[in-house]
């Protein structure tokens, strides 16, 4: 059974900056994508980052070079760096994991605010 931890998450004030973090376990296949979603209130779920096995990174508009994602493939973690934080970056944040050809999973979900 696939397993995702998400941390990092929390209270920042506008211009902050926060780091979420997320560790996959369990079995699947070496070749996945991962990365994390946010779901803002009154709205759908949207993806914020991805990172694949092969390099492929993929950013929505609006992280406009504030975020970052890496990864680290040997304990398969996703990391998420985000700067210059925006009150509207204020949502739950999901980690996803997409393994080749085989169902996805999500995270449980964490909460990040961007208020005085």
């Known amino acids: 059974q696939v397993q995702l931890v998400e941390s990092g998450g929390g209270l920042v004030q506008p211009g902050g900056s926060l780091t979420l973090s997320c560790t996959a376990s369990?079995?699947?296949?070496?070749?996945?994508?991962m990365g994390w979603y946010r779901r803002v209130p009154g709205q759908w779920r949207e993806r914020v980052a991805t990172i694949s096995t092969d390099g492929k990174i993929i950013y929505q508009n609006f992280v406009e070079g504030r975020f970052s994602i890496s990864r680290e493939s040997a304990k398969n973690t996703v990391n998420l760096q985000m700067s210059s934080l925006k009150p509207e970056d204020t949502a739950v944040y999901f980690c996803y994991l997409r393994p080749y050809l085989e169902d996805e999973h999500w995270g449980q979900g964490i909460q990040v605010t961007v208020s005085t």
């Open positions: 369990g079995t699947f296949a070496s070749s996945y994508t």
